[in-house]
């Protein structure tokens, strides 16, 4: 499975962004789909998960401002991010989980290469 990112980028506070990730490869395979971040000095956190039966998982800090969404026919995934604050600043990293122990464990199989979001203005 391979995962391309795309749509980060700086925007100020109270501004949008999207983000996408297209999978390719054995797709089939995947459970689940999602995003994390990591900030600086910080660990890399969930933000939002996806299954391939369509059930999502927020971190708490996201509900409310981002949504998670697929598209199943161009087999990605994109995070809707609203309401942008400073503290969302990080790099997002998409993932795939192979099967449901991954999501739950937080231990996804494959990366994204990642994608610099910014909120300052």
Do not use: H
């Not at 991954?102 to 610099?116: C, E, F, H, L, V």
């Amino acid at each position: 499975v391979q995962l391309v990112e795309s749509g980060g980028g700086l925007v100020q506070p109270g501004g949008s962004l999207r983000l996408s990730c297209a999978a390719s490869g054995s797709i089939f395979s995947i459970y689940a789909m999602g995003w994390y971040r990591q900030a600086p000095g910080k660990q890399r956190e969930l933000v939002a998960a996806i299954t391939s039966g369509g059930s999502t998982n927020y971190a708490d800090s996201v509900k409310g401002r981002f949504t998670i969404s697929r598209d199943n026919a161009k087999n990605t995934v994109y995070l809707q991010m609203n309401s942008l604050k400073p503290e969302d600043t990080a790099v997002y990293y998409c993932n795939a989980d192979l099967s449901r122990r991954a999501t739950i464990t937080r231990s996804p199989d494959y990366w994204g290469q990642g994608t610099q979001v910014t909120v300052s203005s």
